[in-house]
C-alpha cells in the first residue's frame, strides 16, 4: 500500500488516510489459502465452502462447524464465508488495467489437536464471536 497523502477531517484528532485505488498492492489483499488448514481440502477461488477469519485462518465449512465449533484454533476467532475474488477485472480495476491477483498457492496445512481445541472451546465458553 503507497500512501498518498493524509488529510484532516474537521476533528482535529481525526487523521485521515489517502489512499488511492491505484496503488493497491497484494499484500494489501485478502490471502486465499488453497486448502484447508485442518483436512487439507482444496479451497479454490470460488470455493461455496471456504471459511476464513479475520487473520485469514482458512478452514472448510465442514471442519467449522463439525471440528472448531466455530472457534479458530489460531486466534479464537469466529469465521465467515470467504468472499469470491473475481476471475477478471471488473469495473474500476478493468479501468487501470489491473488484474486480479490470483490466489495464494500456499498451503498450511496445520491439523487440529482435539484436546487443545476442547480445553479453547471450553474457555470460550459459548460466547458468540462478538462477544470474545
Ligand atoms: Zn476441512
Ligand atoms: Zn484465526
Redesign the pocket.
Known amino acids: 500500500m503507497v500512501l498518498s497523502g493524509i488529510g484532516r477531517r474537521a476533528s482535529p484528532s481525526a487523521l485521515v488516510l489517502v489512499v488511492r485505488s491505484d496503488e493497491r498492492d497484494a499484500a494489501t489483499m485478502l490471502e486465499l489459502r488453497p486448502t ?1 488448514e ?2 487439507n ?1 482444496p479451497l479454490a477461488r470460488d470455493a461455496a465452502d471456504a471459511m476464513i477469519d479475520t487473520y485469514e485462518c482458512t ?2 465449512r ?2 467449522v462447524d463439525a ?1 472448531l465449533s466455530n472457534v479458530c484454533p489460531n486466534c479464537g476467532g469466529g469465521f465467515e464465508r470467504r468472499p469470491v475474488r473475481p476471475a477478471q477485472a471488473w469495473g474500476e480495476a478493468a479501468t487501470l488495467g489491473l488484474l486480479p491477483p490470483p490466489p495464494s498457492t500456499k498451503a498450511v496445512h496445520k491439523p487440529v489437536d482435539h484436546a487443545a481445541h476442547e480445553a479453547l472451546v471450553a474457555l470460550i465458553g459459548g460466547r458468540s464471536p462478538s462477544q470474545r
Do not use: A
Request: aromatic residues 12%; proline residues 0%; contains cysteine.
Open positions: 484447508c485442518n483436512c481440502r478452514f472448510c465442514d471442519c471440528v
